[in-house]
């Protein structure tokens, strides 16, 4: 799927730049995938693409993917294990709410860039930024069908 003309170079950018920004203060890694259609549970289609795009391959599983599927108007956040271990079950649905109420109010790229920015915040919390704090994962969106 090629970037939706909902999604401007503009709208890229910011969305890309709020995910560098979270992970400014933590080791944690987000990403962001958008999808046209999920037709199956979006949390299993986040997980699928989570473990498709070696999300799991960060020092101390604590990757998170925001998963969106625009024409299904479905979400989901999905965090690696060692997220789970830390953060509370409710933290994942009170997040993709907020994101839901930005997106209906026609506010998408404003929704993303609030996802992302919380889970970054909460993630600051346990996973606190190093003196080594590597890029492990793309800051960039992901299109259903570029990497998956």
């Not at 693409?49 to 604590?62: D, G």
């Not at 079950?89 to 506010?107: C, I, L, P, S, Y």
């Not at 996802?115 to 704090?133: C, D, I, K, M, Q």
Request: glycine content about 8%; overall charge negative; hydrophobic content about 40%.
């Amino acid at each position: 799927m090629k970037a939706p003309a909902l999604f401007t170079s503009e709208d890229r950018e910011r969305i890309g730049e709020a995910v560098r920004v979270a992970e400014t203060n933590t080791s944690g890694e987000i990403r962001v995938f958008i999808d046209d259609r999920c037709g199956e549970d979006p949390l299993e289609k986040a997980a699928f693409l989570f473990q498709k795009l070696n999300m799991a391959v960060t020092a101390e599983r604590n990757g998170v993917l925001i998963y969106v599927a625009m024409q299904d108007h479905r979400l989901a956040i999905y965090g690696d294990t060692g997220i789970h271990e830390r953060l509370p079950a409710d933290f994942w649905q009170e997040t993709v709410q907020g994101m839901a109420n930005r997106f209906k109010d026609g506010r998408i790229v404003d929704g993303l860039v609030w996802a992302v920015s919380e889970v970054g915040r909460r993630l600051s919390v346990h996973f606190p930024a190093t003196s080594h704090n590597p890029d492990e994962l793309s800051n960039d969106i992901t299109f259903g069908g570029e990497d998956a």
